[in-house]
Structure formats: structure tokens, C-alpha cells
């Protein structure tokens, strides 16, 4: 089996969707960088890296099998075993995962570039394994959790503050309100104003979600802090990402 060893690791924990585990290039000195100090390394078949990286589903139990408690992580100059921890790659994605003792990529991670070449340097001339995924629901994409095209191309910042705006048009959703829906379309479209008037519910709710859940402007931004205003709570989350946030300085 290979290995890779003192392996940088930034873990986003809970994350469904790929797009939310940030690259390299995305981390913050705020995060929490911790050290694998070895891992092992699975060139597996496309589907079961979409699979893992995409959702968070119980893992194919011949791959655990294969991996229990073959990673280590360093705490305070101590060794500690991880039942399922390991890095995966499809041969041009690679990724962390741990599942912190479940069956589950409950904790996911990029790598560092330079470790990143070297799990591609080590799986050169290999033929990738295919695993058999378990009986599974098959994913589906709502307003809470996007379809990548729609994530595409933004910044961390960016796809945090989409995901806050998501979330405000689903309490709309939820209010069943048609003269708060009709305002904040009217807030959106001010030139709509006259066939705002004339919309039912559905329509103008569907009018403002198909006009905000396609890609990101200084417009979008502006309406996002608007409609969250006086909700302390997602007031807190867009503050926190209007920090002046740098990269960790590590060498790559």
C-alpha cells in the first residue's frame, strides 16, 4: 500500500458537496490546520470518488477494510491512530477523508500542492481499483445545497454568502407571504414593479429565486445583506465573512 506522510490537512466537517472543501489557495489562518503523520493513499475508480467527495454515504466496507487504522494523526508530539482516514484520488481529484470512527467522510480535506504532485508522482503507471458502492439514495440537489454549476467559479467568501442567501429565500418560501415575497422582489427588479404587482406567490418567488440562484454579483451581495438584516445570527456569519482573511502562510 502506498503512503503519505506528514500530510497538511484543513478539515471541513459535514460537508456534502465537494465545492465546500476548500482548496489550498481558499484556507485561513483561522482554520485549523492539523498533520496527518501518515496516511494511506487509494487510487480508486471515478464514480467512487464522486461518490465519497459528493455525499456523505456510508464508504464501501472492502475500502475500510483496507484502511483501518493504517493512518496516524500528530498531537502534542503524540502518535494517534485513526480507524478510517485516508487520502483518495480518481487520478486527477485528490482528497482527504477521516471518518472519525464512522462509515461515513464525515471530515474531508484538500492537500497542499506539493503533496498533492506527490500522490500523483506515486500513483504514475498504476491502474485505478473499483470499488462497489453500497445500496444508497441517490443525491438530490434543493435550495439548501446547490448543484455545483451553480458554485462554480465563486470564492469561499462567495459560496458562503450564496449559501446564506439560499437560506433566506427558503424562510420566504416557508412565511408563505406574498406581500414580503412581492417586496423583496420588487427590492431585486425595482424596474418589474407594475407585473410584480400582478404575480401570485409561486410566481414571484420562483421569479426571485431563478434571477438569484444563477451566478454572483455586487448586486447579489447588496440584496443578501439587505434581507438578512435584523437576524442576528446570519448577520454574524456575513460579518465574520467581511473579515480581511489571508491564505495560511505554509510552503508548498
Request: charged share 25%; proline share 4%; with cysteine.
Amino acid at each position: 500500500m502506498l503512503y503519505l506522510h506528514d500530510v497538511w490537512v484543513n478539515w471541513f466537517e459535514g460537508e456534502e458537496n465537494g465545492y465546500n472543501v476548500c482548496p489550498f489557495h481558499e484556507w485561513r489562518k483561522s482554520d485549523g490546520i492539523e498533520i496527518l503523520d501518515q496516511a494511506p493513499i487509494l487510487f480508486i475508480d471515478d464514480k467512487t470518488f464522486q461518490y465519497i467527495e459528493n455525499d456523505l454515504q456510508d464508504i464501501p466496507q472492502s475500502m475500510l477494510d483496507q484502511i483501518y487504522q493504517r493512518a496516524y494523526i500528530r498531537k502534542n508530539q503524540e502518535r494517534q491512530q485513526l480507524d478510517y482516514a485516508c487520502v483518495i484520488t480518481n487520478g486527477s481529484s485528490i482528497l482527504a477523508f477521516d471518518t472519525m470512527g464512522y462509515h461515513i467522510p464525515i471530515r474531508k480535506s484538500r492537500l497542499i500542492p506539493r503533496q498533492e504532485r506527490l500522490v500523483f508522482d506515486l500513483i504514475e503507471g498504476r491502474t485505478a481499483k473499483t470499488y462497489s458502492i453500497p445500496d444508497h439514495t441517490d443525491k438530490e440537489f434543493h435550495i439548501l445545497s446547490l448543484p455545483p454549476e451553480y458554485m462554480v467559479g465563486l470564492t469561499r467568501r462567495e459560496r458562503q454568502l450564496k449559501q446564506l442567501l439560499m437560506i433566506a429565500l427558503d424562510q420566504l418560501e416557508v412565511a408563505h407571504c406574498l406581500e414580503e415575497v412581492r417586496y423583496w422582489l420588487t427590492e431585486w427588479a425595482p424596474e418589474q414593479y407594475h407585473s410584480i404587482k400582478r404575480m401570485t406567490f409561486n410566481e414571484a418567488w420562483e421569479k426571485l429565486y431563478n434571477d438569484l440562484v444563477t451566478g454572483w454579483s455586487t448586486k447579489h451581495e447588496v440584496f443578501c445583506k439587505q434581507i438578512i438584516k435584523g437576524q442576528a445570527f446570519y448577520e454574524d456569519i456575513w460579518e465574520r465573512e467581511h473579515q480581511p482573511y489571508s491564505t495560511k502562510s505554509l510552503r508548498s
